[in-house]
């Protein structure tokens, strides 16, 4: 682990490695937002990601998983240096206490340090309140639609 934080209450934020060890303990809270994934497809997703720089942050509550967020550093020509977020999710029943504020604004802050021109993710048209979250306590700007077209 490369980024250890402790918080008040209890809390801390930490990087896992990609393994598949230090991973199991985030996979119940990250398939609540991957539900079609099983266990050993995430790890073999993960562990092909590693390789474009995927980091993924959980927050701990007394040693449990409560939310997890996985980002990698990216540059196009649209964004410029930025910060992709793939996957920012609260367990279900810790919702509302902030976690996914702590998780964001420690990818924010590092983002920052690392001299990132931005942070960007795409958030499906469902998730209304994740929408809220991102542009009323995040701070984050609508800014297009992400378009998608299955080959398989």
């Given amino acids: 682990m490369e980024y250890d934080q402790s918080l008040p209450n209890g809390l801390r934020i ?8 230090a991973l199991t303990p985030a996979f119940p809270v990250l398939r609540q937002l991957r539900p079609h994934l099983d266990f050993d497809a995430y790890i073999a997703l993960v562990d092909a990601m590693k390789t474009q720089g995927y980091r993924v942050f959980c927050l701990f509550e007394h040693d449990q998983v409560v939310a997890y967020i996985g980002f990698a550093k990216q540059v196009n020509l649209y964004y410029g240096n930025f910060v992709w977020v793939y996957d920012l999710v ?5 919702q509302g206490k ?3 504020k702590l998780l964001l604004s420690c990818v924010e802050t590092l983002a920052r340090e690392e001299a990132q021109d931005c942070i960007v993710l795409s958030s499906g048209f469902a998730r209304e309140g994740a929408h809220k979250f991102y542009e009323n306590a995040m701070d984050y700007q609508k800014i297009s639609y992400v378009f998608k077209k299955d080959l398989r």
Avoid: F, Q
């Avoid at 930490?14 to 060890?21: G, N, Q, W």
């Avoid at 609260?90 to 810790?94: F, I, N, P, Q």
């Fill in 98 to 100: 902030g976690y996914g």
């Fill in 14 to 21: 930490a990087e896992l490695d990609i393994a598949p060890t």
């Fill in 90 to 94: 609260t367990d279900e029943v810790k």
